[in-house]
């Protein structure tokens, strides 16, 4: 059972920058690819950004292309979200996941296991 910790987030004004955090702990880090999503209220949770599990390719949606970078560190068994040149739209609640399966997907329902959530609040 892998259990995802989320810290990190908060408040900022629009062009701001945050970092999100999200340690593993309980599995084999380095096995699972690992991703960034987002929900903002009354929307679906949606994919942000995510991570093979070597750290050697990685993903983004279009809207954050850019702007936020996704890293990892298997030796820290942490995942990572830095997000820069923030706009309004980005307010919501972000999770990480994780997803044992041998390529990164950005398919929300194949994910294994999640954090508790961060929000992430942008204002103008």
């Known amino acids: 059972q892998v259990k995802l910790v989320q810290s990190g987030g908060g408040s900022v004004q629009a062009g701001g920058s945050l970092r999100l955090s999200c340690a593993a702990s309980?599995?084999?880090?380095?096995?699972?690819?690992m991703a960034w999503f987002r929900q903002a209220p009354g929307q679906e949770r949606e994919f942000v950004a995510g991570?093979?599990?070597?750290?050697?390719?990685?993903d983004y949606a279009d809207f954050v292309k850019g702007r936020f970078i996704i890293s990892r560190d298997n030796a820290k068994n942490t995942v990572y979200l830095q997000m820069n040149s923030l706009k309004p739209e980005d307010t919501a609640v972000y999770y990480c996941?994780?997803?044992?399966?041998?390529?990164?997907?950005?398919?929300?329902?194949?994910?294994?296991?999640w954090g508790q959530g961060t929000q992430v609040t942008v204002s103008s």
């Open positions: 309980g599995g084999t880090f380095s096995m699972y690819n």
């Open positions: 991570s093979s599990r070597n750290g050697g390719f990685m």
């Open positions: 996941g994780a997803v044992w399966t041998l390529s990164l997907t950005v398919r929300r329902a194949s994910y294994d296991y």
